[in-house]
């Protein structure tokens, strides 16, 4: 019986990582489409050998994506960016890439298709982000109709970028910003459940042109997730409230930065709540029970506590 092969792109990423590996469990052959195969090397280890191959590809080039999805019988695209760099605007990766990668996985005659959106993703939204998730989904639909898709919220795990980075600031700062006061509802899910939710859509025929929304077991305001964080890390930080007029004053400079903590774009995505609507099939709907924060951050915040040893994060 010959194997099944499964292409994911941005498999390197922080969900990919997770997704290659329960899919490696389960007897797949993962492509993992990346800009930096080289960089994705640690992922073969996650199956046996030549089970987890990483190859060049580029979602704004024809040829590369269309060589990528060539013989597969499942596709992911994982792709997406949280602010803009050159060539990587919104547009041509989550609407023009989307859009490439979904058609060419058409025309290669692949039976599964599997998009991640953003549970903010509307396209009246004021954030350029959340718009062209929208978009993106739209794309995505249009070629490729029996398409799954994928909404998570804040997504959390021992790589994630939001938890660690906030441990981070903690460690040197007297005090972390509250933007907009902290109001604002998120549903922070784990990274883990997402990934089996992913490996469930790729599998289940049934999932074929639903959209679901992956969140959490609890909503959480921006203040409590703080308040969450250095509880955990064991340290008192003053929570300083920072009007959103503020915010864009130091995010129109952050965003000039490399790697900006903090963007325009991105403030206005923190002025709209973040949690499922009740109106979509969510990971109970895929026979997942939801993961708790408070289950997880022991097992990677340790090291931010005082007298902690610094580790590497997990690859």
Not at 7 to 32: D, E, H, K, M, N
Not at 209 to 236: A, H, W
Not at 254 to 282: A, C
Not at 288 to 295: C, D, F, G, N, S
Request: without cysteine; proline residues 7%; charged residues 20%.
């Amino acid at each position: 019986m010959a194997a099944r092969v499964a292409t994911i792109f941005g498999g390197s990423g922080f969900i990919g990582r997770y997704l290659v590996q329960r899919l490696a469990r389960r007897g797949w052959v993962i492509r993992a489409a990346v800009r930096d195969p080289e960089g994705a090397l640690f992922l073969r280890p996650m199956g046996h050998v030549g089970q987890i191959t990483p190859i060049a590809v580029n979602v704004r080039d024809d040829a590369s994506v269309a060589a990528a999805v060539a013989g597969a019988d499942a596709v992911v695209n994982l792709v997406g960016i949280l602010y803009e760099r050159g060539a990587q605007t919104f547009q041509a990766v989550h609407v023009d890439g989307a859009r490439r990668v979904a058609a060419a996985a058409k025309a290669a005659g692949v039976q599964r298709f599997v998009h991640v959106s953003a549970l903010g993703a509307d396209s009246a939204s004021p954030s350029e982000y959340a718009r062209t998730k929208a978009a993106g989904e739209e794309a995505v639909r249009a070629a490729f109709p029996e398409a799954a898709i994928a909404r998570p919220s804040v997504v959390f795990g021992p790589e994630d970028d939001f938890f660690n980075r906030f441990a981070a600031m903690a460690r040197f700062l007297p005090a972390l910003p509250l933007i907009g006061g902290g109001e604002t509802k998120f549903q922070p899910v784990y990274v883990g459940d997402v990934a089996d939710a992913l490996a469930k859509m790729v599998e289940d025929p049934a999932t074929a042109g639903r959209t679901y929304e992956l969140g959490g077991p609890q909503v959480y305001s921006f203040k409590e997730l703080m308040e969450l964080l250095l509880r955990e890390i064991g340290r008192k930080r003053f929570l300083v409230p920072l009007p959103f007029s503020l915010a864009r004053l130091q995010a129109a400079v952050l965003e000039r930065l490399p790697k900006p903590p903090l963007t325009r774009d991105q403030l206005e995505l923190l002025k709209r709540d973040n949690v499922v609507s009740g109106k979509m099939p969510t990971l109970a709907d895929l026979g997942i029970a939801p993961t708790a924060v408070e289950v997880i951050l022991p097992t990677y915040l340790s090291r931010f506590r005082r007298g902690g040893v610094q580790q590497p994060r997990q690859r």
